[in-house]
Structure formats: structure tokens, C-alpha cells
């Protein structure tokens, strides 16, 4: 039968212009975050990651920018090229020792996903 | 992809078989970790590992069984009690277990589909 799923956020843009892709998340006690792109058929490929004790941290074409104060994270991609459309993912992980009554330890905790179309 | 390996690429099962989805490392990783992507959706954790001869159950554990033998091998057996299990399967491996250089890193996947 058809499958139920969620409809994922689109970002449609032009070739050679910046996107950002926005991730809410909702543990306080997050302290790790990772970017991944995922193209059509394979695992998701790393692309880049922030602790708590940053708001920004930049890579190759790639910014991260995380604002604590209202739970939010966002990846801009500079001169946005056909090859960068594929599926972003988001993902957490909280360090709260589970002997301190932390429950997620360890684990990454990922977003839906946004899908980036680039148009040449 | 890095250095973990999945096989096959594609897996077709009838009902009722059990199937075994490969996963093999060469990172010399402690950690790693099965999830389960269906169409539209995040990643779902099934299993985890967080060194050799020791594992845990995920979040949809339930189905599905896993053995860690060997450090660099973390196979996922998908049960003929795993109501739905048509999906993408994904393993990943970290260094190690929360201890600050935990970043995961996935390997290319396994398409199952039960006809």
C-alpha cells in the first residue's frame, strides 16, 4: 500500500547562488551538531560539524551557524552548484552522562531532511 | 563512503525469510550503528554498538537482531517478524562511544525489498 510520509522542505535555487538550509531542534542539553548531504541512493556524506561552545565554524563553501538561544542551526552553502542538490540532514548528540540521568548519550538524533534543487 | 563497506547494494526477500544485511569497516572504529531510512523520513536507529561483543537495541529494535563478533563487522539480521521491513538500510561507525570524536560516518546502503 502507499506509504505515509512527511512532505520535506524544498530549497529551490539558482546556480551560483548562496542557500541556507535551517534546522530546529529541541534538547537543550545538545552539544554536537552535524550537517550531511544525502544524494539520491546513498548514505549520507558528512559535511560539517559545530560544538556548543561556537556559533560559527566554516568549511569549504560551507558556513554552520548555531544560535543556542532559540534552538536553531543553519547551513550556508556559497555559489551553490548543480552538483549540491541532494537531501541535508541535521543531526544532534547530547554528552549528558546517563549517570547523571541523561538518557540520549551518545546517540545522534537526526532532522527530517531539506531537499536543495539547484537549477543551472 | 569512507571505509565502511555494505553488501548488497540491493536485496529482494520473500515473505517470511530472514535475510542478513553486511556491514564492514576498515576505520578501526569502536562504535557503530544500524539505522533504517524510509521514503520522506530521517534516519531511525535499529541497533547500536558501542564496542565489540557488546550491543544495544535503538529505537525500532524490535524485528531485527544484530552480533558483533569482530570489530570491523556489525551484520544486521532482518527478521521475518519485522512487519515492514522494506526500506533503506544504513550503517555508520564513529570512533567511539560519545567520547567527543563521535561523528558518524555512513556507509553507501542496502536497498531491501520484500516481494
Known amino acids: 500500500g502507499e506509504s505515509v510520509g512527511l512532505h520535506l522542505p524544498t530549497l529551490s535555487v539558482q546556480e551560483g547562488d548562496n542557500s541556507i538550509i535551517n534546522c530546529a531542534y529541541s534538547?537543550?542539553?545538545?552539544?554536537?551538531f552535524i550537517w550531511y548531504k544525502q544524494e539520491s541512493g546513498k548514505g549520507p556524506q558528512f559535511i560539517i560539524d559545530?560544538?556548543?561552545?561556537?556559533d560559527k565554524r566554516q568549511g569549504q563553501r560551507v558556513t554552520v551557524l548555531l544560535n543556542k538561544t532559540v534552538k536553531h542551526l543553519s547551513l550556508q552553502i556559497a555559489a551553490t552548484q548543480p552538483g549540491d542538490s541532494a537531501v541535508y540532514f541535521c543531526?544532534?548528540?547530547?554528552?549528558?552522562?546517563?549517570?547523571?540521568?541523561?538518557?540520549?548519550?551518545?546517540?545522534?538524533?537526526f532532522g527530517q531532511g531539506t531537499i536543495l534543487t539547484v537549477h543551472p | 563512503d569512507g571505509g565502511i563497506t555494505q553488501s548488497p547494494k540491493y536485496l529482494f526477500r520473500k515473505e517470511g525469510q530472514n535475510v542478513t544485511l553486511s556491514c564492514e569497516q576498515n576505520?578501526?572504529?569502536?562504535?557503530m550503528y544500524w539505522y533504517r531510512q524510509d521514503p520522506g523520513q530521517g534516519l531511525r536507529l535499529i541497533y547500536y554498538?558501542?564496542?565489540?561483543?557488546d550491543f544495544q537495541k535503538g529505537d525500532i529494535a524490535e524485528g531485527y537482531s544484530v552480533s558483533r563478533e569482530k570489530k570491523e563487522s556489525f551484520p544486521l539480521t532482518v527478521t521475518s517478524a519485522q512487519k515492514n521491513p522494506t526500506a533503506f538500510y544504513l550503517c555508520?561507525?564513529?570512533?567511539?562511544w560519545g567520547g567527543g570524536t563521535d561523528t558518524q560516518y555512513f556507509g553507501p546502503g542496502t536497498r531491501l525489498t520484500v516481494l
Open positions: 534538547n537543550s542539553a545538545s552539544d554536537y
Open positions: 555508520a561507525s564513529s570512533m567511539n
Open positions: 543531526a544532534e548528540n547530547s554528552r549528558k552522562d546517563p549517570n547523571a540521568g541523561g538518557t540520549s548519550y551518545g546517540k545522534l538524533t
Open positions: 559545530i560544538r556548543s561552545n561556537m
Open positions: 554498538s558501542q564496542i565489540v561483543n
Open positions: 576505520l578501526n572504529h569502536d562504535a
